[in-house]
């Protein structure tokens, strides 16, 4: 009840004095009350009024709940779907984002280049491979958001082993956050590709003479 409304009530039940008729203080109580049961009904609306407003409330948390569970469950999905599939694929898969960082490879890439999870991921490319290592400037592709659709190039990785020959692919990403932003890399060692297809050549040239 309001502070307003309790004083008129205080005031109006002090004016009724003993010196009063019946009458007269019966008048002062009927207004008394009256004032009371307005008050009271003012306050039971009020009532009504919160109690459908947290309902509507508590309505529409409990349907964002219910659409926030489904979201994480299709982005579960999909995420466990993308990282079967790189697991999988027999393209090696280097992510580079636009800072020059390595944040994500797959098994075929560290079998393709001969080195382990911990040596890749988090490290800064320029300091494990030259730019122009899988065939196209990185800087220029990063600074430009775009790289080759299709790169060759031989890669050797210490004196002691042969070199590989490389088939690569790029794709820029730039849906999401700036932060997710980079180049991703397709390759494919297509060294006894290339052996045969030399191997083809020479045989070809021996016919021909």
């Known amino acids: 009840m309001g502070q307003s409304t309790l004083t008129k009530l205080q005031k109006e039940v002090s004016l009724i004095t003993k010196e009063q008729s019946s009458d007269e203080k019966l008048a002062k109580l009927t207004t008394a009350f009256n004032t009371f049961t307005q008050e009271a ?13 947290y309902h509507e409330v508590n309505v529409k948390l409990e349907t964002t709940n219910k659409e926030l569970k489904k979201k994480v469950l299709e982005l579960n999905y999909v995420s466990s779907y993308l990282n079967n599939l790189l697991q999988n694929i027999h393209q090696g898969l280097l992510f580079v984002d636009l ?11 560290l079998s393709i280049l001969d080195k ?19 065939g196209f400037s990185l800087k220029k592709s990063l600074k430009n958001k775009s790289g080759p659709e299709l790169a060759y ?20 990403v730039d849906k999401g956050p700036a932060s997710h932003h980079g180049l991703l890399i397709l390759f494919k060692d297509i060294t006894e590709v290339s052996r045969l297809q030399v191997l083809n050549n020479r045989t070809d040239r021996l016919k021909e003479l």
């Open 41 to 53: 009904k003012r306050l039971e609306e009020a009532y009504k009024n919160l109690q459908g407003k």
């Open 99 to 109: 800072s020059g960082t390595i944040c994500a490879v797959n098994p075929a890439c």
């Open 116 to 134: 382990s999870e911990e040596d890749l991921i988090e490290q800064r490319y320029q300091n494990l491979f030259k730019d122009d290592a899988f």
């Open 153 to 172: 190039t031989s890669m050797s990785f210490d004196k002691h082993s042969s070199s590989k020959d490389l088939e690569v692919s790029t794709s820029f």
